[in-house]
Structure formats: C-alpha cells, structure tokens
C-alpha cells in the first residue's frame, strides 16, 4: 500500500511520522534536550563486576553508570543470526541475551575493574536504570548489519525463499569482508552492487572507528549514531514510499544528499513542504498522537482498551463499553477482542511500548475463538519492525508478550510524572488525611496533656473543611481527652497529604 514520511523540523525537537494510506503507523520524536544514545559507540571504564548478576557497571562519562550483561561480552558465533543488531532495525531477531548465563564464561575471567572497553549503547537510560551496553559492535546500513569484530554470515529470518538467502551468503562470502554481515530484511531482492556498497561503507567506517577508540584514553564517546530522520530513511524508506516530505530547508538538504549518496533512486521523492498549514496538520497527526497519550482508547464499535505504563510493564485491559453486539455474547465478545487486537498493535507502535505487555482480553468460551484471536493478534503483530514475541493465552484470558525497547515510550518522552500525586495516579482521601492527624494526636496525647499551650496542627486547606464539617465530634471528644484546645492552621503551600503538629 502507498506510504509516505512527514519529517517535521521544530527549534528542540524531531518528529518523523510513517503513514500507510493516510494512517500513522510508526512514530519517531527525539527532543535535543535529551536525545537518544542507541547505537553510539563509547570508551568505557569498567567501574565495578558483580560476579553474583554476572553483570558490570561501566563508565561511558554519562551520569549514570551503564550496564552490561555477561551474554554481551562473547559472542556465541553460532547464534548471531538469532541476535538483535543494535537499534530498532527490521524487528527480525531476538531481543534478549538467553537468562541462562552458565553457557558463558565467569564475568570475572572476562573483565576487570579499571579496564578500558569499547562498547555500544544498546537501550537509552530509562528511569533509574542506565544505559544498557553490549560490547558486540554493529553498524547498522541500509542493507546489512556489520558486524567489525565478528567473523559471521547471517540472513534475516523475514528473508524467506531460500533460493535469496542463497544468493545472498554466497555474494557475502565473494565479497569477504574483515568482518561478518547480516542482511536485513531490506536487502531482499537488492542489486549485488548494492549491497557491495553498503558492506565497503560499513567496513570503511569501523575501522576509522576503531582507530579513534585507540587514540582515546579516558570514557567518552567515539561515534555518534546518525539524526533520528536519516536513521528513519535508512530503516523506512522502500518502493511503498510515494514522497518523503521535509518542512525545513536545511533538513532537506541534508536529507536529498543522504537519500542521493545511500538510496539514489529515491531522491525524486523527496519533497520540501513549503506550505502555511502545519505539515502534520494533513493527516491530523497530532491529534492522534494525544490520543495515544490517553489512558482509555476507544473503539469504533463503542468497546474500548485502556494501557496502562508502569515501571516494569504495560498492561492493557478490553472492555465491551457500550457495545451490546446483534446476535449473542460469545459474538459480542469476539468481535470485540478482534477489534481491538488492531488497535492495541497500532498503539504499541505509535506509543513505542516495549518490555513485558499483559493484554486481558474479554473471556471467551469456545477455543475457535481464542484460536481465531491469537491467530488475529500474531498477523498484526508481523507488522511490527520492532521484534515480538507472544505467549499462548492462558485459562484467564491473559496474553503474555515481549516486545523490544531501545529507547524510552512515547509516554515517557512526551510527559513527567504528575508532580501532585509523584506519579502515583492517587492521592489520600480528604478523610484519610484526618484520620491520620487524628491517630498522631491520640498516639501522643498524653504528651500534648503535659505540655503548656494549646496545640496547633498546618494542614491543607480542604482537610481542615472537612474536619469542621464532618469530623467535628471526634474533634471535640480528642479536644476533652487532651484538656486542649486543638486549633488548626491553613498552609496554602502544603500538600493535601502534608500535616504538622505543634504545641504554642
């Protein structure tokens, strides 16, 4: 189907929508307050090993220590294909190193505190936890992933007729560069020259590469990853493509010379937007992108889902809403849970979700019907290029499933934590808040007793209205216990959870 990239230039910010028929289908926003690390190349200094995790932490001169797994330090040869090349690539490999790390050796016979390594930022910092490095080193081309310490021959797994996936060891074994390759999805089908090109360029840039990590002596970086709307051309752009539209000048230009030098045959389809109206304003792009920053979506049918993020994991729930259906409830219930296995994968894409996700779909009695959902969910799935991994639906309804995080949700990206309730979604009841003062009041009341003055408690202004309002006699029963007056001080500043207590 005809698609199309709307590369959207603002002051502190980059925003690169891909659109199918006129619907968003992947979504790329990367702020220049806090860019994204994912595929730099860095010196590090190996700060501390943890035999116990065989894991290190390593000083990539970031605020935050990255981490690095033992499984990232040796390469099992034989398993590259199966591997993730860095970045989001073609979705086609596997996402994480294998749990059992007793395949590979003791991290402690591997590195050591104080070493220098060269290392690659696998996944941006995300909340506490720092950047997750991998001392595998790839660079990721239009048609190939290169891999400059490695001696590998890989196909991606999306490569299907095994007629291609011939043709294509066979011209990398001829070609038989220092390093080892993995053609992505992209280099099927693609001229022999092509892909020459793109494993000489590969080749060239490690080794300069390599040249500048031996030349530094002290953490820090020594290649930065390529401008989010290159890295999207690089990723996205493909026969489906009918324009490539920029709304900045000089973006264009650095655009039209990259799509000239890497994909020449569609430098036609480059396009700078010129026009008044705002360039996302044609397909009403940020109106759905504050839709995907809702809490509930809902559905054409009237049913909706709600996602919710947390730190670990997201979790997405299906309700019937205000669907009643026609025939009867296990229908109802079907077409429901179709309906919105489309827009979960759609949101997962747009919101950049990743991690562990639980969809709760509506019970369903006859297993057809589950067959016929899980078979739906796998189909759109297929059209994610980050990889996904499902699990069978359980007895409860519930779908487990893994999809690849590089780098932080749209969520995370766009908004903070709310700074009243510290991202809890909750605060204390009015009540609550009463109830507490009231326990601190007769945990000590003894104390109060004894002591000169009356007491004095700074609370929120609206837990002092209910106090009088509703609370008034167990005010005046602690007030007689005390043989004190309790007098109470509006604090503006406060919280509604905030309260002291003094004696004056």
Known sequence: M?????????????????????ILTDLKIERKTSPTLVGSIYKGKVSRVLPGMQAAFVDIGLEKAAFLYVGDIQADGGSLEEEKPVGEGDGDTDEQPSADSSKY??????????????????????????????????LAGRFVVYLPEVKHIGVSRRIE???????????????????????????????????RNDIEYLDRLSKDILKAAEKKKNPG???????????????????????????DEEVYRKVTKFVGQLMPKYKQNVVLYQDQRPLFDLYDIDLEISRSLDRKIWLKSGGYIVIDE???????????????????????????NLEAVKEIAHQLRIRNCG?????DFIDMEKQSHKDKVMAHLTEELHKDRARTHVVSMSSLGLVE?????????????????????????YVKKKSTVA???????????????????????????EVVDWIYEVEAVLLDTIEKKMSKSVAFKVEPAYHVEQYEIFTI
Do not use: W
């Open 355 to 359: 991690g562990i996700i639980i969809i």
């Open 161 to 195: 007729v095994e007629s291609e996936r011939d043709r294509l060891r066979d011209l990398v074994s001829k070609i038989n560069p220092s390093g080892g390759v993995i053609v992505r999805t992209a280099g099927e089908g693609a001229p022999d020259e092509s892909l």
């Open 310 to 336: 947390a730190e670990a994991l997201v979790v997405i729930d299906i309700n019937t809403g205000r669907y009643v259906g026609k025939k009867d409830l296990e229908d109802t219930i079907l077409k429901t």
């Open 105 to 138: 050796p003791p991290i402690q016979d591997l590195i050591r505190e104080g070493q220098l390594i060269l290392v690659q930022v696998a996944k941006d910092p995300i909340g506490t936890k720092g950047a997750r490095i991998t001392m595998q080193i790839s």
């Open 221 to 247: 970086i020594v290649h930065s990853e390529m401008d989010v709307e290159l890295q999207a051309l690089r990723d996205m752009l493909n026969e489906d493509v009918v324009s490539v539209y920029v709304d």
């Open 435 to 461: 109830h507490e003062i009231f326990l601190e009041l007769e945990r000590d009341l003894m104390t109060y007793r004894h002591q000169r003055g009356n007491v004095v408690v700074h609370c929120h202004r």
């Open 401 to 425: 499933m893994t999809r690849k995080r590089t780098r932080p949700s749209l969520i995370k990206t766009l908004c903070n934590p709310c700074s009243y309730c510290d991202g809890k979604g």
């Open 2 to 22: 005809p698609a199309e990239i709307l590369i959207n230039i603002k002051a502190q910010e980059t925003r690169v929508a891909y659109l199918e028929s006129g």
